[in-house]
């Protein structure tokens, strides 16, 4: 069984081949659901259990972005739940925040310690906005009974997109929604500086904000979230590819070998958590989600003091 153990070169880390991509599978199954890669518990998992802590961990994880995010957000777009307007919005207001973000965790914050520490906030701000959103929700059964059933509506699909300086709007599942283009776009230029630099794409930040301040259904966050953190995670992976050149004495370009397979299973899970995603009730998704980043945001910060 030794041929299935194997060291990945770039990050020097050890581990049996077929660990990766299980986990991937695993946590993107679920974490899709709600418009999120799942990238941003993946970044703990190598850099607490694989041991990968060089800046070069962001890239790689935002490379599982790259490899894995298309199987669902084809998904999302043939099943008719992808919002244009929305994604635009996502892509146009994130980008720029991406690189400075990138720039920040190479020039800041490269020791693993602080990096966990940050990483840590990140993820207990995601989780208490996760929690605060269902304790909200816990007793409107009404909604919670539409959101179980929602799989079998006939108009679940988006409609009636529009888009403009000041509102981006579309009717689903029989209802309107509308919300602020500035809003939009100030939240996803401060979530990509936090996504560049904790290597998620911004994913995991954008969809809770989209369904806690701008109370818009999961159903239709999740493929805009997806596919703008596909967009920016090309860029980031990109960017890092260039700052090699200006860092050389360490490591910042993604290690594609374990980056690939961890894709490999992100892609599996993705597409199947987006194909099952409107036969889940929403308040389940979220949960699931608060459990995993209140655990992991609460070890990250312990550990610092610790």
């Known amino acids: ?24 599978f695993v946590i993107s199954f679920f974490t899709s659901m709600a418009g999120v890669s ?21 890239a790689t994880n935002q490379l599982y972005n ?84 929602a799989g079998s509506a006939p108009d679940f699909v988006v409609s009636s997109p529009q888009f403009s300086l000041s509102r981006v709007e579309f009717e689903f599942a029989g209802d309107y929604y509308s919300c602020s283009t500035a809003g939009i776009f100030i939240l996803c230029f401060i979530v990509g500086i936090a996504g560049g630099i904790y290597g998620i794409g911004g994913g995991a930040i954008i969809a809770p904000f989209f369904v806690t301040f701008f109370h818009l259904p999961v159903y239709t966050v999740s493929g805009a979230a997806l596919m703008g953190t596909f967009v920016t995670s090309v860029a980031g992976v990109i960017f890092y590819q260039l700052l090699q050149g200006l860092y050389p004495e360490m ?26 995603q409107r036969y889940v009730p929403e308040h389940v998704i979220k949960v699931i989600l608060c459990i995993c ?3 992991v945001a609460g070890k990250y910060i312990l550990n610092f003091f610790i």
């Open 66 to 149: 790259i490899v894995a995010i298309p199987s669902g957000v084809w998904r999302y777009l043939k099943e008719g739940r992808m919002v244009w307007p929305l994604t635009w919005a996502v892509i146009i207001g994130t980008l720029p925040g991406v690189f400075i973000g990138a720039w920040v965790r190479i020039q800041y914050l490269p020791d693993p310690k602080s990096f966990k520490f940050f990483a840590g906030f990140v993820l207990l701000y995601i989780g208490f906005r996760l929690l605060s959103d269902i304790l909200k929700n816990k007793t409107k059964k009404a909604s919670a009974q539409k959101n179980g059933s």
């Open 38 to 58: 799942g990238a941003f518990i993946l970044l703990p998992f190598q850099v607490s259990v694989l041991g990968y802590t060089s800046p070069s961990v962001s």
């Open 293 to 295: 980043v209140l655990f």
């Open 1 to 24: 069984m030794d041929f299935l153990y194997t060291v990945f070169p770039i990050s020097g880390v050890s581990t049996w081949i077929f660990l990766p991509p299980l986990v991937a």
């Open 251 to 276: 490591s910042v370009s993604p290690d594609w070998y374990l980056g690939f397979l961890l894709g490999a299973g992100g892609f599996a899970g993705i597409y199947l958590g987006a194909r099952l």
